[in-house]
């Protein structure tokens, strides 16, 4: 079976020459192959379309995709959005009292697949024209476990809750303070009760909800779904934002939800997930064009599958290569040649002090920098960077830093190509930022495109090329694995630090994902502290030492699958657990 996509945000007809229409070899034979539609973009007849591809290398903006996909997935087509739209085939099968993870890539129909299980869309099983009415889609679904939940769903016997992907936008939509938003779904007691799970303290719902930060905003956002009376809970990406803490501590309250309730739970940081899910569906498919739901699989069994890359019982390849752990620290590298030192320093703003040990920095290294929110890291950096200066302490130089902050907000009317230009220069035209930069971070799709139009994955992308592409000594990426799928965290992770092991200049980054960190670092400082009030560092330590002050504070101890070697959180007091923490081995067994 073939299908043929045309990714509308990215088609542009004017300015293109029409280039699919001119090369088709079908078209110059005089067959109608594609039209137009009253849009003026190009309509694809999947018929007469004989899969060459020659389109799909002609169009100036990546804007078509031909796939061939296998004859058996037809009858399992769920929806799609119009003529030469996006396909989903498949759905996931919530089950109560298990909390169901989904997998994949960003742009292959997660969020489409929670419209459909949350009632915000009906599904038209490929009636794109005139879609279907909901009994169609109960009886579409008997024989299989989706019969009962969609016509509980249609009945209204199965109310949802969902905690959306993109929590920045809730200000933009809800005005007033945290608390109102809160009292408007619970009694008192129940707000209490989350509160403290939570560890969130009540003058933060004083907020105004305009004013909370990203970690704030994630932490209402998931209190307001928990405590929405419903039968069935949905969370896209319940971790973004949050601290190693606070994910531990939503991973929490999100299994005990499952307890007594259909729990679905969309999630990139595969340690959280690992730990979160009973059972998950991984998704494969292609960016934009169409994603197909797997049967779940235990999460164990999943994650190890996802990181292989090769779905056995499909038959089909996510990846060329398989994404690899190691058990041991890495070797110590030889001391390079050192870009500045420190003393221990101090800095005090009215309410805040950050206090850190000395070091060394070092050309071509990472430091990875972990800890709670709130305690310093920033500060830190910008101290060395010269634009602020430490109450006490000296460090040896200042240096040029090239920074991607936290939070991005593309407020410009500008296209990627114009703010990449205007940045960049002709750096842009070198071999070394197309080879190494634009070219694993897939920049090429994006330049056309508008920046306030672009996806938050997209836009993280964009953030860290600009960032790794400019002239500096230290590059500081403040959470880049935000909105990225686990794919795009581990190619993310691969190319900082390639550009910093090729340019012998010095990576500082800030993450909360474990897995993202073992990948990008050599070494690390760990924060810790009282958040928004103290802020302490430990020394610049090796992995072995760092993940284990780090995980030391958190109280969590991983062991390693036995086939991947990947590490997996302990159940907290188990056997395992305990042996870790007497003998002070938190990660590297
Ligand atoms: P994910 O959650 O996995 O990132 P989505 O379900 O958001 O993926 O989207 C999958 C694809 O479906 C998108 O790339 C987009 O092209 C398409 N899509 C989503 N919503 C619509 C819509 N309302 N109309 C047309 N296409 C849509
Ligand atoms: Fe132009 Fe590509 Fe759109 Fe065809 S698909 S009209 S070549 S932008
Ligand atoms: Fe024409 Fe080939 Fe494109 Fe099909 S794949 S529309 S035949 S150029």
Excluded at 309 to 317: A, D, H, P, S
Excluded at 321 to 340: A, D, S
């Amino acid at each position: 079976m073939r299908i043929a996509v045309i990714i509308k945000d990215r088609c542009q007809p004017k300015r293109c020459f029409m280039e699919c229409v001119k090369y088709c070899p079908k078209m110059r034979m005089g067959t109608e192959t594609i039209t137009f539609d009253e849009k003026g973009f190009p309509v694809i007849s999947e018929e007469l379309c004989a899969g060459c591809g020659i389109c799909v290398h002609k169009c100036p903006f990546a804007a078509i995709k031909i796939i061939n996909l296998a004859e058996e997935l037809k009858t399992d087509l769920v929806h799609q959005f119009g003529q030469n739209g996006f396909r989903l085939y498949r759905l996931p099968a919530p089950k109560e009292g298990l909390v169901t993870g989904i997998l994949g890539e960003n742009g292959i129909g997660k969020t489409t697949a929670l419209s459909i299980l949350t009632n915000n869309l009906v599904p038209n099983f490929g009636e794109w024209e005139k879609g279907v009415e909901r009994p169609r889609v109960i009886e579409h679904f008997s024989g299989t476990e989706l019969r009962d939940y969609f016509e509980k769903l249609y009945d209204g016997k199965i109310r949802t809750s969902l905690k959306p992907q993109y929590v920045d936008k809730i200000p933009k939509v809800t005005k007033g303070t945290a608390i109102e938003l809160l009292q408007k779904i619970a009694t008192p007691e129940r707000i209490k009760a989350l509160l403290d799970d939570f560890g969130f303290e009540s003058q933060q719902l004083e907020k105004n909800i305009g004013s909370l930060s990203g970690g704030e905003l994630q932490r209402l956002a998931i209190m307001a779904s928990v405590l929405k009376d419903a039968e069935a809970y949905f969370f896209d990406e319940p971790s973004s934002y949050l601290d190693i803490y606070q994910r531990m501590k939503m991973a929490k309250i999100i299994r005990e939800l499952a307890k007594q309730k259909i729990v679905v739970v969309v999630e990139h940081d595969l340690a959280v997930l690992d730990y979160l899910a009973d059972n998950v569906h991984l998704l494969y498919g292609s960016e934009g064009a169409y994603g197909v739901v797997v049967p779940p699989k235990a999460v164990r069994v999943a994650i190890n599958t996802y990181l292989e890359g090769y779905l056995k019982e499909e038959n089909i390849r996510v990846r060329d290569y398989p994404i690899e752990f190691f058990e041991h620290p890495p070797p110590e590298t030889p001391v390079q040649e050192i870009v500045l030192e420190f003393t221990p320093l101090r800095k005090t703003y009215d309410n805040f002090t950050l206090k850190t040990e000395g070091g060394t920095i070092r050309k071509g290294e990472v430091i990875g920098m972990v800890g709670a929110n709130a305690t310093g890291k920033t500060t830190f950096v910008k101290m060395l960077a010269g634009v602020e200066k430490p109450d006490e302490g000296c460090i040896t130089r200042s240096v040029k830093v090239s920074y991607k902050p936290q939070y991005i907000n593309p407020e410009e009317n500008y296209t990627v190509r114009q703010i990449f230009a205007e940045t960049l220069k002709d750096i842009m035209f070198t071999n070394f930022y197309k080879e190494e930069i634009e070219h694993p971070l897939k920049i090429n799709p994006l330049y056309d495109k508008n920046v306030t139009e672009l996806s938050g994955g997209e836009l993280q992308r964009t953030a860290i090329a600009l960032c790794l592409a400019q002239p500096a000594e230290i590059y500081l990426l403040d959470e880049p694995s935000a909105y990225l799928d686990s794919n795009q965290r581990m190619i993310a992770a691969k190319t900082i630090k390639r550009v910093i092991s090729k340019t012998g200049m010095t990576g500082m980054v800030v993450d909360h994902d474990i897995y993202f960190i073992d990948l990008v670092a050599d070494r690390m400082i760990v924060f810790d502290g009282v958040p928004g009030k103290l802020g302490k560092t430990t020394e610049i330590l090796s992995m072995r030492d760092g993940m284990n002050a780090f995980l030391k504070s958190v109280n969590i101890t991983f062991r390693r699958d036995e086939t991947t070697k990947r590490p997996r959180v302990n159940k907290p007091d188990s056997a395992k657990d305990r042996e870790q923490k007497e003998a002070g081995e938190y990660y590297y067994a």
